[in-house]
């Protein structure tokens, strides 16, 4: 049982693991995205200062420059799209596995103690590893009999 909860912590720390990686990997593409956004309006502008100042060939230029521009933008997009939607499946699958290892740490817990109390159990009075409980009033019972018993036993002398 004990086996069966490293195995469980460990891929839970593997999925984990991998989360941050495709977390790091869709930073990455944003950062990416933020930048060839930036370039893309640059471009933009210069197509608009370009047709503004009547000279096509320089908008041509700057749209040939554009285009793919936006198609980077297009395809970026579909990658963040793509990693969001298998971060939030693999989010959900770490949430369960976490559910899981839990259970199965409660399960691991309890018979562990039960086993230990299995154990302490067989030991008898005279094993030496068996000393009872005895709560403090039980003594003090016991012993208010024991002087009672004296006393008497005194006084019939």
Known sequence: MKQ????AELALARKRAEMTIMQEEEQGLR?????????ARSLDE?????????????ARFAIRSL????????????RIDTVQGRLVRLGETVAAQEESFVELKGRVRAQLVASRRAASSECGPNDGFYEPHVPDEAVEVELL???????AEQGGC
């Not at 950062?31 to 370039?39: A, I, P, Q, S, T």
């Not at 210069?46 to 320089?58: I, T």
């Not at 009999?145 to 006393?151: A, D, G, W």
């Open 31 to 39: 950062d990416e995205l933020l930048r060839v956004d930036k370039l």
């Open 67 to 78: 285009l793919p521009q936006r198609e980077t933008q297009r395809g970026l997009e579909a």
């Open 4 to 7: 069966n909860l490293r195995e």
């Open 46 to 58: 210069d197509v608009a200062l370009a047709l503004q100042s009547g000279n096509e060939e320089l």
């Open 145 to 151: 009999r024991r002087r009672t018993t004296i006393v």
